[in-house]
């Protein structure tokens, strides 16, 4: 089975920029998780879709980041215009509907950084 | 959900068990204690769960006190591949958002 793809791995932009991360979630998992770690902070959660639909999206910063997951499979998170306090590494997760299985399962991360 | 603590830091010798503790007093009758754990910079790797009962799978071991509020989980024999940071995590089953918070880095040293 594969594990949850995240692209790219890493991103260098410009201040001002946008950047698009992208997250492959095991298939058939409907549940699909955003998280991020800043420097030197703690993971942080994001955003929480089931299938297509915003579970919930507390987590999201602020109006400059937009996280889509058009048929419920893949996500995208973009991020524009990008700031400097945006750099850390983008975590996307996945987990079935069905939890009896346990956690949830993380890809490796983007590391974004924003000169 | 309930907040964790856990120690900042802890060695262990290569071979020997790791017992990692984990605090949550403040944990509800239906969150279950998660454990995960992040080597390096890559994606955080879940370990094991427990509601109430000890859990052991091929990885760990999870022994969770009878008033719920303590829980420790047990490296049965670290190796220098188990040097990561370890999180205790209580969350409610239907897999809402995670509190990470700071975790304990484990040295597994030779």
Redesign the interface.
């Known amino acids: 089975e594969a594990g949850?793809t995240q692209f790219p791995s890493h991103s260098v932009i410009e201040k001002g920029q946008t950047v698009t991360l992208r997250c492959d979630p095991i298939s058939g998992h409907d549940?699909l998780?955003w998280?991020r770690r800043v420097m030197g902070k703690?993971?942080?959660?994001l955003l929480?879709f089931v299938k297509e639909s915003k579970q919930?999206e507390?987590?999201m910063p602020n109006n400059r980041f937009l996280a889509e997951r058009t048929g419920g499979t893949y996500s995208t998170l973009k991020v524009q215009p990008a700031e400097l306090e945006d750099s850390g590494?983008y975590?996307c997760?996945s987990?079935p509907l069905d939890?009896s299985a346990?956690?949830?399962?993380?890809?490796?991360?983007t590391?974004l950084t924003v000169v | 959900d309930a907040k964790t603590t856990q120690p900042t830091s802890m060695d262990c010798a290569e071979g020997r068990a790791a017992n990692l503790p984990c605090n949550h007093s403040t944990i509800s009758g239906n969150e279950y204690v998660y454990w995960y754990r992040q080597i390096h910079s890559q994606g955080p790797q879940y370990i094991i769960h427990g509601l109430k009962n000890n859990e052991t799978n091929e990885m760990a071991s999870l022994i969770i006190t009878e008033d719920r509020k303590s829980s420790t989980l047990i490296l049965p024999h670290a190796t220098l591949r188990d040097t990561a940071v370890y999180y205790c995590i209580v969350s409610q089953y239907n897999f809402n958002k995670f509190y990470f918070g700071s975790g304990t880095k484990l040295n597994v040293k030779p």
């Open positions: 949850v549940n998780y998280y703690e993971i942080k959660f929480h919930d507390s987590g590494v975590f997760a987990s939890s346990g956690g949830y399962t993380f890809g490796s991360g590391r």
